[in-house]
């Protein structure tokens, strides 16, 4: 699972397809499901059919094609192609890393537009595919960094899902649990079931066990209890948006998470790409946070857990404070959050 593509460009006709795993349907099934227009894309990250910000930032990359091979007979090429980007840019507002990928490819078309329509096409294409590979070997570098903080033996909490799926592959925080299980560091992670939308259960779970990498599963309110008895020792997240002072958004119960480690003196870290490090913004207090459905929070399994009438808010993100966080593994190495300024500026 962790050498192949979870989203792809997919050649097929004379341009291509977005290819990606479908997430909604993990654990149950992994079936890949080929996307072909600007509303299916748009649809895909906001019903979280491709989620994660890593992958949501190269659903946005295939999104720019797809919209440009919509427009290809269109005259007013070039403005209505950024019109449909920023309406794919509009789709999640909290991972940072979909508007980075829709400048990169905004950044292409600017290159590229005295050029004719499918030259445009064919360099946002190769494009994408240039970011899908360099996610991966970002990953890797990730990965190989967070193996060196993992003590033998270590209790591993991580929260919601940053793996595989999250990315083009091998993932983020989990691919720092990969790189130190292939480490032999003889690590057990404890998988928080991520409510409401269970990524942590569903998806978490499903990568590590098909991996043989040993996971609990745990709900979301146990981790004090396991931090206490020192079984769990070790956190990595990943992020969806890092501010200037490292103040980290990232799936609602992250900052939980953090408060608890600090008390306990657990290292908790941050597992991210520089593309998810947004300089433009001082302080989390800037990051916006996505509301969703409340019938996320009030239903399982079709059938609703609570009173009717009953009030619900559901935040899909929270801010944890830089204070909180040990250090921000990237692919150019491990920094304090407040390094981040000097080192990514
Ligand atoms: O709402 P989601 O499932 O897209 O939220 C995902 C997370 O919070 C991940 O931890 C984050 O995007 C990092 S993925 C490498």
Known sequence: MTEEKTIEWLKEGEFGVSLMVDQTLIP????????KTVDEIFNAIKTMIVRGAPAIGIAGAHGAALAAIELINEDDFINKLYEKMDYINSSRPTAVN???????QKEIVEKNKEKTKKEVIEALIQNAIKL?????EINKKIGDFGAELVPKGAGILTHCNAGALATVGYGTALGVIRSAFKKDKNIMVYADETRPRQQGARITTYELI????????????????FMKKGMINFVVTGADRIAANGDTANKIGTSTIAIAAKYYG?????????ST?????KTGDDIVIELRDEDEVKIINGKPICADGVKVINPSFDVTDHS????IITEYGVFKPEELKENFS
Request: glycine share 6%; charged share 30%; aromatic share 12%.
């Open 266 to 274: 657990i290292p908790f870290y941050i597992a991210a790409p520089k």
């Open 324 to 327: 909180l966080i040990k250090g």
């Open 98 to 104: 979909l508007s980075w990928a829709i400048k990169e």
């Open 132 to 136: 899908e590979n360099e996610d991966i």
């Open 28 to 35: 149950y099934e992994y079936k890949k499901i080929k996307i």
């Open 210 to 225: 098909r991996d043989g990498i040993p996971t609990t599963l745990i709900t979301d309110g146990m981790c004090s209890y």
């Open 277 to 281: 490090i947004d300089m433009s913004i």
